[in-house]
Structures are given as structure tokens and as C-alpha cells.
């Protein structure tokens, strides 16, 4: 026994010296210099101090470790980047290393093997499908095309509050979630689905496929606990839900191409077309349709969601019901809105984009809007794709970056008295939200930016042109600004938790 512990213990002893001497001394080159980091656990790293709004807890420990800071959601180096300095360098200076996009074990086979263009790893076809996003499906050509669907779908809208309105208070989360979704139903398919017998069953899919999108794969994070989602059921569920929807993605496309082709072009005729045509040298199969396509359909999930808010993703509804939520808690702002867009438009029974153009408050406002509440916080996740050094630090290829924009836009560097919603702060300003100026990035910047802004603009300013032109609005029940219950939901979309209720008196 003695021989034994003799044996033991000077093993245990070297092994661990072996360790340390491995940890410090033999620290990869990348290793060295890393951004600041909290103090992580062991197995979890960080993930623990996300809590239930991430946006929020990560913007408090860049104020305490700065604005570039290295984390830990697992055993994954996830790099978190809180100001504009630091996000310029990130998707200006060295975009192209910062173009991947993680790989979730459900995305593969949610999304088609990654052939979402939001997901796509950066490469050849990525490239050729953005290309199809952003001089096809969302230039500002076709957004103008759009434009008759989003006028029918906006004097539908009105003609809903106007009859809710009767009966009292209104639910604006509810009605502009419903909104959207028609809206973009129509733009995708050129019809509303959710309105046919399959509807229902369609919408059930799509709950599903939202809330496997949304649960955290702990394999994704802790390599060696993949297996728990082959016991709980996670992975038997995405076969399931990925079966259902191919199916459903199949019939629509088999009944589009049936019937004859008299309508506006919609995006999956325009999809469509680069199937058989490979116009422009992209071609796209089968199933890059379907996974393109479900990029719109998963804007319809509000639709269900309405009520627990969970997953939403509908990002033009989430500003819009944002939007909303400002104007009531700042009756000046909303008197000086109404005032402008009351001003230009008159009496005249169309408004047109001649007339939003005039509206320089109307564009403050919904710039504000989205400083103050941008609708993705952390924006969607990148990955570097080699070793780099941003800002003296090293990052190392495979880092998961996540950039907050909720931090950025309420960084006092870049903005003066951040934690006050002033419209005004844009009227002589040049800052815009299109992925220019860092201290404004709703939208992402660079290579992997939104492609839909224009789209979901358009869509905004009708939509508020509107409300202001036709309606007064107030809190019920006498509530004051105070009184308006402000959290936050947790999300990849960040909604409000109670829907907004205001009460609409005719106004015009
Ligand atoms: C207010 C509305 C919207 C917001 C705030 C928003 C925000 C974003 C953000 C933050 C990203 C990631 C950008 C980056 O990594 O730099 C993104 C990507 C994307 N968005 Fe949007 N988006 C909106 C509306 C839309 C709409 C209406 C569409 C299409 C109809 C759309 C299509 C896309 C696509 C395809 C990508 C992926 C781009 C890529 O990975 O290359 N977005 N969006």
C-alpha cells in the first residue's frame, strides 16, 4: 500500500505540473493578449450571467470590462463587441474575416443544410443567394413594385381599427403583428396563406420550428453533452418539424407553379424563375427555395405568438409596436408628428412616398426608435474565420462575435443623454441606420447587413403616416406614461412583454 501511495502521489503531482506548464508556458500564440474577460464557471464558461435579458446584462459588464470583452458560453470563445469604435473594426475594417455565420446543430437540418441566406456559411453560395436578395427579391426597384400590396394591406389595417376602435380600446401588438404577416405572406406567396384550410396546421409547424430555432442546443456550446438532445427528444422533434415543413414548402410550390402566371410578381415567382433560368449565372435548387422562402414564413409566427410573445421575429412589427409605445409615453412628440404629417398630407385620400419624403420627423422619429429600442439587440451572430488582431487584442478563428447595439446606442461616447428618446437629436444629423454609421446599427453593417431595410422602412412609414393622419391616441383609462409597463421580452427579437393597448379616436 505504502509502495503504492509512494507511486501515486508523485504521479498526481507531475500530471498537474504537466498541466500548468501546458497552460501558461505553452499558451498558443493567439492565446496571448485576449480581450478582458469576467470570471467564467467551470463546464457553463458564462453562459450563466446572459440571465433572462442578455442584451441588458452583457451592456452592464461592458461598462465594467470594456468594449471589447471575451466570454465563455460553454466551452465556445464568444467575443462581445459594445461600441461603434469596436464595431467598425469588427464589420468595416475586418468584415471579411468576420463573415461566417455560426453552425447550430438544428439549423442544419432545419434551414436545408444552412441554405438560409441568414445562416449560410460565407462563401460561393452565399454570395450568389444574397446577390438574388439584394438585386432581386429586395431592391428598391421591388420594394416600389410592393407598393400597391402594402397601400391595399395598410387601408385594410385602418379600416380594423376603426371598427376595433368602436368597441374600445385597441391591441396594437396583436393588430400590427397580424399586419406584417398578411403583408409579407402576400409579397412571398401573393397570397395570405394562413386563410386556407392548411393554415391552421402550417401555423402549428411553424410555432415549433420557431421554438426549436430559439432553444439553446447545449451540444452547440458543450461538445461532449451533444448526446442529451438525442434523449430529451430535441433532435426526434427537428426531424419531425423539418418533414412537416418541407412537405407544406413542397405543396406551395407545386400549386404556384400550376397556376397561371396573371399577378404581380411575388418573391417566389422571382425564386422561382432562378430554378429553371439561371439568370445572372445563379441557379438555385430545390431546396435553397424552400429555405430562402422560409425566411418570410417565419415572420407569420407572430401570428400565434401574440399572447406569450416567446420567439417572435417579425422585427417590422416589433418597431412598429415600439414606435407606438414612445409616441404614447411622449405626447409632444406624437402632437408634433401628427402635426408634420397632417400638415403634408391635408385632406388627400392617397398618401404617397412624394409626401413621406417631406416628413423629416417622421424619419426622425423612427431613427430614434430604433437608437433607442433596435429590435435585434445583439443583431445576428458572426464567426471569425481566421486569427485576427482588433484593437491590439487577439481573436481567435472560430470566435463567436455577437454585437450589441443596444450598448452602442446608448453609448454616452457616441450620444448625448443616450437614456432619453429625443427624435429631435436626428433632425440636423447625418447619422443613418443603413450601415454606415457605427454608433447606428440596427440593421448590422457589411458584408452579412440586413438586405431588407428598404423593404421594412417603406412598410413602417405608411404604416405610422397613417395612424398619425387618421387617428388621436391615448392610454386607457386615463394612464400616464409612467404608468406604461415597459419590460422587455427575451428573444432573438426583443418585444414588449404586456401587448400595447391604447384607445384610437378618429382624428381626420
Ligand atoms: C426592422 C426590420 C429589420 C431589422 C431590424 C433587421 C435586422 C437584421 C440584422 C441585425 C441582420 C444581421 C446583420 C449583420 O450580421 O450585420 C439582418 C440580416 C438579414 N436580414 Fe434583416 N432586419 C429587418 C428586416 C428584414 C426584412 C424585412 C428582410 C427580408 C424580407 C430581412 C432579411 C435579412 C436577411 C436575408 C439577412 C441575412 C443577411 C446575411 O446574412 O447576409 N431583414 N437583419
Not at 208 to 229: A, C, K, Q
Not at 358 to 365: D, G, S, T
Not at 437 to 462: H, K, M, N, V, Y
Request: hydrophobic share 40%.
Amino acid at each position: 500500500m505504502n509502495e503504492l501511495q509512494s507511486f501515486i502521489f508523485p504521479a498526481v503531482i507531475s500530471v498537474f505540473l504537466l498541466w500548468v506548464i501546458k497552460k501558461w508556458l505553452f499558451k498558443p500564440a493567439g492565446n496571448k493578449n485576449i480581450p478582458p474577460s469576467p470570471p467564467k464557471l467551470p463546464i457553463l464558461g458564462n453562459l450563466h450571467q446572459l440571465g433572462s435579458l442578455p442584451h441588458r446584462n452583457l451592456h452592464s459588464l461592458a461598462q465594467k470590462h470594456g468594449p471589447l470583452m471575451l466570454l465563455h458560453f460553454g466551452s465556445v470563445p464568444v467575443l462581445i463587441v459594445s461600441s461603434a469604435d469596436a464595431a467598425c473594426e469588427i464589420m468595416r475594417n475586418h468584415d471579411i474575416t468576420f463573415a461566417d455565420r455560426p453552425k447550430y446543430k438544428a439549423y442544419k437540418k432545419l434551414l436545408y443544410n444552412y441554405k438560409n441566406v441568414s445562416v449560410a456559411p460565407y462563401g460561393e453560395y452565399w454570395r450568389q443567394v444574397k446577390s438574388i436578395f439584394v438585386l432581386q427579391l429586395l431592391s428598391n426597384k421591388r420594394v416600389q413594385s410592393f407598393s400597391s400590396i402594402r397601400e391595399e394591406e395598410t387601408a385594410l389595417f385602418v379600416k380594423r381599427i376603426q371598427e376595433s376602435s368602436s368597441s374600445g380600446p385597441v391591441n396594437l401588438t396583436q393588430m400590427f403583428s397580424e399586419f406584417t404577416n398578411d403583408g409579407i405572406c402576400r409579397s412571398a406567396f401573393g397570397r395570405k396563406y394562413c386563410e386556407t384550410e392548411n393554415g391552421k396546421k402550417f401555423l402549428m409547424l411553424m410555432t415549433e420550428f420557431m421554438d426549436l430555432l430559439g432553444t439553446i442546443s447545449i451540444g452547440d456550446f458543450i461538445p461532449w453533452l451533444n448526446w442529451i438532445t438525442r434523449v430529451n427528444g430535441f433532435d426526434r422533434r427537428v426531424d419531425k418539424v423539418a418533414k412537416g415543413l418541407d412537405d407544406f414548402l413542397e405543396g406551395v410550390i407545386q400549386q404556384h407553379m400550376e397556376i397561371p402566371k396573371n399577378h404581380e410578381e411575388n418573391f417566389l415567382d422571382i425564386l422561382l424563375q432562378f430554378q429553371t433560368e439561371s439568370t445572372c449565372g445563379v441557379s438555385i435548387d430545390r431546396d435553397s427555395i424552400k429555405a430562402l422562402i422560409l425566411l418570410h414564413l417565419i415572420k407569420l409566427i407572430t401570428k400565434l405568438t401574440t399572447d406569450v410573445f416567446a420567439a417572435g421575429t417579425d422585427t417590422t412589427s416589433t418597431v412598429l409596436e415600439w414606435v407606438m409605445t414612445e409616441l404614447l409615453r411622449h405626447p409632444k412628440v406624437m402632437e408634433k408628428l401628427q402635426n408634420e404629417v397632417r400638415e403634408i398630407v391635408k385632406d388627400k385620400h392617397d398618401i404617397t412616398n412624394v409626401d413621406i419624403e417631406k416628413m423629416h420627423y417622421l424619419k426622425a422619429v423612427i431613427k430614434e426608435t430604433l437608437r433607442y429600442h433596435p429590435p435585434i439587440p445583439l443583431l445576428v451572430p458572426r464567426v471569425a474565420r481566421a486569427d485576427v488582431n482588433i484593437k491590439g487584442y487577439n481573436v481567435l478563428a472560430g470566435t463567436l462575435v455577437m454585437t450589441n447595439a443596444l450598448a452602442i446606442s446608448r453609448d454616452p461616447i457616441s450620444w448625448e443623454e443616450p437614456e432619453k428618446f429625443l427624435p429631435e437629436r436626428f433632425l440636423n444629423s447625418s447619422i443613418d441606420y443603413k450601415g454606415l454609421d457605427f454608433e447606428l446599427i440596427p440593421f448590422g453593417s457589411g458584408r452579412r447587413g440586413c438586405p431588407g431595410i428598404t423593404f421594412s422602412i417603406a412598410t413602417i412609414e405608411l404604416v405610422l403616416v397613417n395612424l398619425m393622419h387618421k387617428f388621436n391616441w391615448e392610454l386607457p383609462d386615463g394612464a400616464q406614461a409612467k404608468d406604461l409597463d415597459m419590460s422587455e421580452t427575451l428573444g432573438v427579437t426583443v418585444h414588449r412583454v404586456l401587448p400595447l393597448i391604447a384607445v384610437a379616436t378618429q382624428g381626420n
